[in-house]
């Protein structure tokens, strides 16, 4: 379905060849893609045409970038945490007496 739309019984047909999973198991799956928003079924006659629903990919995909990087939405934060550390110590340097040489 990545290239496109594909007719229910040409998807049933190449699972079923690399899988071994029955016509039954197949339609389930696809039943189960559907109804979780990831794909999406056109009727014509009496055929059904199985394609990628964009909107539901995209948001399977931030979901499993969530689970990649759970801390990424406290990158910004700790960015602003790190420009203040820094900012600090440049001000205590400022304020400290320099130690004098040659005396």
Do not use: C
Not at 26 to 47: D, P, Y
Not at 51 to 79: I, K, Q, Y
Request: hydrophobic share 40%; charged share 25%.
């Amino acid at each position: 379905m990545a290239g496109g739309e594909q007719p229910a019984g040409t998807i049933v047909e190449t699972i079923r060849a690399e899988y071994s999973i029955s016509q039954p198991g197949v339609s389930q799956h696809l039943k189960v893609l559907r109804e979780a928003g990831l794909v999406i079924v056109r009727a014509e006659g009496t055929r059904r045409f199985y394609g990628l629903d964009p909107a539901g990919v995209e948001s399977a995909t931030s979901w499993l970038a969530a689970l990649a990087d759970p801390l990424r939405h406290f990158a910004n934060p700790l960015d602003a945490l790190g420009t203040e550390i820094a900012r600090g110590k440049r001000a205590r340097r400022a304020t400290e007496p320099r130690p004098k040489f040659g005396t």
